[in-house]
């Protein structure tokens, strides 16, 4: 049983497939999913429902124009910015419930000004020197069950 619950964030995410596998994720695993800015598809896209199969009544789903918008509404919690571009591991950080991990999109990753902006909280997942990324929905997941493994 999961007694923690985080937020998964997608920062202008492309591809549907991997936005229907994580909200799958979000639904097994209690997190609520955060939808910032231009998607690169649609919402009743056929890939993106066919992914999240028949999970997606189960997903506390929220949208938001802006990550301003988002940051400003939830002040006081915890944010945290996965990037390939840090040499910070995400194993060395302690998650706590209610904290929102931020994911970019999958072709550029997050805008390096608010990875500069936010440099103290920007993580990574090691990975052998010259691959570019993992997959998104791996990422999330990876990063997701570590906080839920640190919460018990």
């Known amino acids: 049983m999961i007694n923690s619950k985080f937020n998964i964030v997608l920062f ?3 591809i549907p497939q991997n936005t229907g ?3 799958r994720l979000c639904a097994c695993s209690g997190a609520d999913l955060y939808l910032v800015g231009k998607l690169g598809f649609s919402l009743a896209d056929k890939y993106l429902k066919r992914a999240g199969l028949d999970y997606w009544q189960s997903v506390n789903i929220h949208q938001y124009n802006t990550l301003d918008e988002l940051l ?3 002040k006081n919690a915890n944010f945290y910015y996965l990037t390939t571009k840090s040499k910070k591991n995400y194993t060395d950080y302690k998650f706590k419930s209610g904290d929102f991990l ?3 999109p999958e072709t550029r990753g997050l805008p390096e000004t608010l990875l500069k902006k936010y440099s103290d909280n920007a993580i990574t997942i090691p990975m052998c020197e010259g691959q570019r990324s993992l997959n998104l929905s791996n990422s999330v997941a990876i990063v997701l069950y570590e906080a839920i493994r640190q919460n018990g």
């Open 12 to 14: 202008e995410p492309e």
């Open 21 to 23: 596998n994580i909200a």
């Open 72 to 74: 400003n509404e939830h």
């Open 102 to 104: 931020v994911f970019g």
